[in-house]
């Protein structure tokens, strides 16, 4: 299927683009598309226009200080997996990210799009929430920063106002001595997760977050839980559900699985 | 809206250039028209093929400024930055096959040839990005592409078929 008809916008300024979303209800923000243009072609969507933000000059940013990484909303998810820096500041980073997709979308697809289309499957929302990052979001009414345990509401469902762009997001640092890992399980390799969880281990506090278990990035903190506990733990924290990927008990026992091997690596690396 | 914009059965038409295997292209085109229905039906290039319409099964895939994209995944009036690579664009100056075409050719990468065009540009960018892949990371080189007919193996083996035949065109040119 195509696309309905819709009203093209391609403004060369942010200015332009917030001035275009202000005045339009409906109008939708256009980034990597790897997304939004399935959804429109599938006609799950139907927005009356597009602002495409492909012609800002300045969004590509990926800036990378003591304090953590900030990736600009067209930051292409391959530019940030490959970017030494941000390996070096936050390593839970390019390790999740190499789980989004296959090569040839994450050219394409932007880390900061993952993070505003709000997937319960996508990797990069709860990567976010795990590491305390935040969204920096512009509308012409001025800016402000949505912390990551405020933003995600539903499936597909954040607190980005329609008349807003997302401009950047930043990641914490990692601490020094932390560890962190990150593995999934789909069916094959840059599928969509069935289970995937990141974990953070610093000191005596364990947390890991996961990905397709529920409806939100949710964080459960397993500190003090002996190893064999670690699985049943977390699930009392979650509520994996059936779909036509998985059942539930599968899920869970994925879930059981997962979060050893996890919070074992993320041990591993701390040392 | 430019000045040369005109409207179709109530639509927008936008006049855009794409630069596609080195050539500019002057196209009218609605702003919903997808890069792969532009290639094929506005430039009569049918080399990329569709087959998913979602990004799922890689036959549409192009290189954009180099590097592998989804055709149908991006919208013609979103790539009139970009310089364009379709399948038609691999083939060496001369006319003849490249590595990867070649390969493909001797090591029966192919059948039906749907998926073909999809893997020809995925692994040229690949192999450029990374000349000497190990077989896992052939493997995965490939793992965003759908084939229907050939169990990957010989594709896989096209991958490695192609690492090699470049090496040595390089060797000789050295
Ligand atoms: C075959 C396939 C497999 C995939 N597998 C995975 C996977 O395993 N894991 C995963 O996480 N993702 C996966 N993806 C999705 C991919 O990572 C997308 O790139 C990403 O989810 C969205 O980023 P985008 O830049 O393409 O956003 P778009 O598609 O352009 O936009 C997505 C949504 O976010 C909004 N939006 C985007 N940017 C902004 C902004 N700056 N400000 C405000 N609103 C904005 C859009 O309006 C739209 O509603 C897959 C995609 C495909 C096609
Ligand atoms: S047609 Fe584009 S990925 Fe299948
Ligand atoms: S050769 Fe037939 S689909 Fe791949």
Known sequence: MKPAPFAYHRPTTLGDALEVLSGNADAKVLAGGQSLVPLL???????????????????????????????????????????????????????????????????????????????????????????????????????????????????????????????????????????????????????????????????????????????????VDLSGVPDDRLGEVALEHLDPVDDIHATAAYRAQLVRVLTKRVVTKAREAAR | MSAQDTVRHGEQLHLIRLRVNGIGHDVEVPARRLLSDALRHDLGLTGTHVGCEHGVCGACTVLMDGKPVRACLIFAVSAVDAEITTVEGLTEPDGSLSPVQQAFS???????????????????????????????EAREMIAGNLCRCTGYQNIVKSVERAAEITQAKEAESA
Request: net charge negative; with cysteine; proline share 6%.
């Open chain 1, 41 to 219: 072609s599938m006609r799950l969507a139907g927005p009356s226009a597009l602002v495409d933000i492909n012609a800002i000059p300045g969004l590509d940013t990926i800036e990378v200080t003591e304090a953590g990484v900030r990736i600009g909303a067209l930051a292409r998810h391959a530019d940030v997996l490959a970017h030494e820096g941000v390996r070096r500041v936050q390593p839970l980073l390019p390790e999740a990210l190499s789980y989004v997709a296959h090569a040839t979308i994450r050219n394409r697809g932007t880390t900061v799009g993952s993070i505003v289309h709000a997937d319960a499957a996508a990797e990069m929302p709860s990567v976010l929430v795990l590491l305390g990052g935040s969204v920096e979001a512009a509308s012409t009414g001025g800016t402000r920063t949505i912390a990551a345990e405020d933003l995600f509401l539903g499936p597909l469902e954040s607190t980005l106002r329609p008349e807003e762009i997302a401009t950047s997001a930043f990641f914490p640092a990692l601490p020094a001595g932390a560890g962190v890992a990150f593995d999934e399980i789909a069916r094959r390799q840059g599928d969509y997760a069935l289970v995937g969880l990141g974990a953070v281990v610093d000191g005596d506090s364990v947390r890991a977050s996961y990905v397709s278990v529920s409806d939100v990035p949710t964080v």
């Open chain 2, 106 to 136: 001797e090591c029966h990468g192919l059948q039906c040839g749907f998926c073909t065009p999809g893997f020809l540009t995925t692994i040229t960018a690949g192999l450029n990005e990374n000349p000497c892949p190990t077989h896992e």
